[in-house]
Each structure stands twice: as structure tokens, then as C-alpha cells.
């Protein structure tokens, strides 16, 4: 069977819940459809089931079986390397299903057959890769050019002075409290203090407190945005004034920082571009043109199969 005829998951089982230009989604095909998205991403699939996210997460459906459609002729080329990932996507759960049996419940709960997970996967990823193969090289070049300083790298010691227990969530310090002592660590640095000895003292930071607070080589884009424009910006070598985050305060000191060009790029950063590129073109869709599309919707208050 082609890909362009498989067929809907439950396609007519179930009331009507979403009426668009040239198609209808039923109330079974949806459910099946919110249990797919829970497998994928499983950190959302709780927050799936409020009405919010429900309506939403409908309307990203409607948009991708527009999209779809729209596609026209999709190449051998394309269809075999959408299965490629599919086939590897499909034994990935099997392995996972074996090992968790929760997993396994959710599927069997949802009526999830093999052909709905691969109708679902092949409709996201095929729209996704039609969407990233619109994006050209130059407009990659472009989008570096905007946000190069994101690209940078930078070895970096920090000492963190953290408001928050990670394991409970509780409060460790106050902001004002945690401010004064990150005063405390920047006079001892300034004062020829060792990192090392300083960073296992104070730092609340477990993965680089046994080694001064080092981080080699980091490309600046991961960090948060406070913390990202202190190691831009710092002086070489300067202790900087403590650096407040949604963490606590930080005591920083950038010991190396590259700048980046394109041409410098690995392919997986390049890729990562164009990957950002593609997101927020059919983001653009979804917020432009899709509503427009969108004749009626009726989600019923409890939605349960």
C-alpha cells in the first residue's frame, strides 16, 4: 500500500469533531492521535489531556493533514527515507514496550495499532521534511549571521549559589542571601582564591563543583539568556560581579572564548539551523493561514475513548 492511501486511523469511528476545507477529523482518530503525541513527547502526555492542549493539539493535527496534502507527489526518494526512520522509530518502541510495562498499557488503552503509529509518524515527519527542504543553505548562512554570538565557545569556571534544592524544589536560600554570599566568592577569587578549593566550598552546581567549576568548550546558545550574555561579554580572565538566573547567582569567569563562522560549522549545527528554520515556518502556517482553514470545531468536554 502507497503511503498517499493509507488509512486514517478510525477514520469515521466516532462523532465529528473538526470540520476544515476539504476534510473532517473524528472524535477515535483524535485520541488515537493525542496517544501517538504522548509516545513521542511523554514528558507532555499529562498535560495532553487539559482542554487547552487538547485544542491545540488538534489544530497541529488539522495543519499537518493540510500540509499533507498539499504536498502532491512525493518522491520514491522521500518516501523511503520517511520509512527509513519510521522502521527504526517502530522497533525503538518495541524494545521499550518490552521493558516497560506501563508503556504497553498506554498503547492497548489507546487501541494503538502498527499501522496508526506508522500513519501518524509518516504524516509528521514527511510535512517536517518537505518543510526543512524548503530551507536553503544561504538562508541558514543568514539566520547564523543574526544570532552568531550564539555560536561561540567558551571555557568558562562559574561557582553557583543556588536559591533551589533540585531534588525537593525547596528553598535553599533567599535571593538576597544568596547574592551576599556570591559577593563572598568573588572577594575570595579576587583575592588570589583557588577555584578548586572555592568551587567544592560553595558551588551548588554538582557537575563541575569537583573541578573548580571548569566547563570547556561549550557553545554559548545552551545556556540561559543572563548567564549567555555574561560569558559574551565578560573580559578574559575577569572575575565578573555575581550574574543572577532563574538558578541563583553565579560567579563567573570566561578563561577562553572562539568566535564562530559559518564555514566553521559542523553539519549537525548546520542542520540544527535549518531544523529551527523549518519549526518556525510551519509555526508561521499555523498561526497565519491554518485558522483561516478551520471551519468548525467541537471538542466534546471529556474526551475519552
Given at each position: 500500500?502507497?503511503?498517499?492511501?493509507?488509512?486514517?486511523?478510525?477514520?469515521?469511528?466516532?462523532?465529528?469533531?473538526?470540520?476544515?476545507?476539504?476534510?473532517?477529523?473524528?472524535?477515535?482518530?483524535?485520541?488515537?492521535?493525542?496517544?501517538?503525541?504522548?509516545?513521542?513527547?511523554?514528558?507532555?502526555?499529562?498535560?495532553?489531556?487539559?482542554?487547552?492542549?487538547?485544542?491545540?493539539?488538534?489544530?497541529?493535527?488539522?495543519?499537518?493533514?493540510?500540509?499533507?496534502?498539499?504536498?502532491?507527489?512525493?518522491?520514491?526518494?522521500?518516501?523511503?527515507?520517511?520509512?527509513?526512520?519510521?522502521?527504526?522509530?517502530?522497533?525503538?518502541?518495541?524494545?521499550?514496550?518490552?521493558?516497560?510495562?506501563?508503556?504497553?498499557?498506554?498503547?492497548?488503552?489507546?487501541?494503538?495499532?502498527?499501522?496508526?503509529?506508522?500513519?501518524?509518524?509518516?504524516?509528521?515527519?514527511?510535512?517536517?521534511?518537505?518543510?526543512?527542504?524548503?530551507?536553503?543553505?544561504?538562508?541558514?548562512?543568514?539566520?547564523?549571521?543574526?544570532?552568531?554570538?550564539?555560536?561561540?565557545?567558551?571555557?568558562?569556571?562559574?561557582?553557583?549559589?543556588?536559591?533551589?534544592?533540585?531534588?525537593?524544589?525547596?528553598?535553599?536560600?533567599?535571593?538576597?542571601?544568596?547574592?551576599?554570599?556570591?559577593?563572598?566568592?568573588?572577594?575570595?577569587?579576587?583575592?588570589?582564591?583557588?577555584?578548586?578549593?572555592?568551587?567544592?566550598?560553595?558551588?551548588?552546581?554538582?557537575?563541575?563543583?569537583?573541578?573548580?567549576?571548569?566547563?570547556?568548550?561549550?557553545?554559548?546558545?545552551?545556556?540561559?539568556?543572563?548567564?549567555?550574555?555574561?560569558?559574551?561579554?565578560?573580559?578574559?580572565?575577569?572575575?565578573?560581579?555575581?550574574?543572577?538566573?532563574?538558578?541563583?547567582?553565579?560567579?563567573?569567569?570566561?578563561?577562553?572564548?572562539?568566535?564562530?563562522?559559518?564555514?566553521?560549522?559542523?553539519?549537525?549545527?548546520?542542520?540544527?539551523?535549518?531544523?529551527?528554520?523549518?519549526?518556525?515556518?510551519?509555526?508561521?502556517?499555523?498561526?497565519?493561514?491554518?485558522?483561516?482553514?478551520?471551519?468548525?470545531?467541537?471538542?466534546?468536554?471529556d474526551t475519552t475513548i
Amino acid at each position: 500500500m502507497s503511503q498517499r492511501n493509507t488509512p486514517v486511523p478510525s477514520a469515521g469511528s466516532g462523532n465529528v469533531i473538526a470540520t476544515y476545507k476539504d476534510g473532517t477529523v473524528t472524535e477515535h482518530e483524535f485520541l488515537k492521535y493525542m496517544a501517538f503525541v504522548g509516545l513521542m513527547n511523554p514528558d507532555y502526555a499529562n498535560t495532553l489531556d487539559t482542554s487547552p492542549y487538547k485544542k491545540m493539539t488538534l489544530k497541529q493535527y488539522i495543519g499537518h493533514k493540510v500540509l499533507y496534502s498539499l504536498l502532491g507527489e512525493i518522491s520514491d526518494e522521500a518516501i523511503k527515507k520517511v520509512d527509513a526512520q519510521m522502521n527504526m522509530f517502530v522497533e525503538h518502541l518495541k524494545r521499550a514496550i518490552e521493558s516497560d510495562p506501563t508503556l504497553k498499557m498506554q498503547i492497548e488503552e489507546a487501541a494503538l495499532s502498527d499501522s496508526d503509529i506508522k500513519y501518524f509518524y509518516r504524516l509528521i515527519t514527511t510535512v517536517t521534511d518537505a518543510e526543512l527542504n524548503k530551507i536553503s543553505d544561504d538562508a541558514a548562512k543568514m539566520r547564523f549571521e543574526e544570532t552568531s554570538a550564539d555560536f561561540n565557545m567558551v571555557t568558562v569556571r562559574h561557582i553557583l549559589i543556588s536559591t533551589i534544592d533540585k531534588s525537593s524544589g525547596e528553598e535553599l536560600d533567599s535571593m538576597e542571601e544568596a547574592f551576599k554570599r556570591a559577593q563572598e566568592v568573588k572577594m575570595k577569587l579576587d583575592a588570589g582564591g583557588d577555584w578548586s578549593v572555592l568551587a567544592k566550598e560553595y558551588s551548588d552546581d554538582i557537575a563541575s563543583s569537583n573541578s573548580g567549576g571548569l566547563y570547556r568548550r561549550q557553545t554559548v546558545g545552551n545556556y540561559i539568556k543572563n548567564f549567555k550574555d555574561a560569558v559574551n561579554k565578560q573580559e578574559i580572565g575577569q572575575i565578573g560581579d555575581p550574574v543572577k538566573t532563574e538558578y541563583g547567582y553565579h560567579v563567573i569567569q570566561v578563561e577562553k572564548r572562539e568566535e564562530m563562522t559559518f564555514d566553521m560549522l559542523d553539519q549537525n549545527q548546520k542542520f540544527t539551523i535549518k531544523q529551527t528554520l523549518a519549526s518556525e515556518g510551519l509555526e508561521k502556517f499555523m498561526a497565519d493561514e491554518l485558522e483561516g482553514l478551520i471551519i468548525k470545531i467541537d471538542l466534546p468536554k471529556d474526551t475519552t475513548i
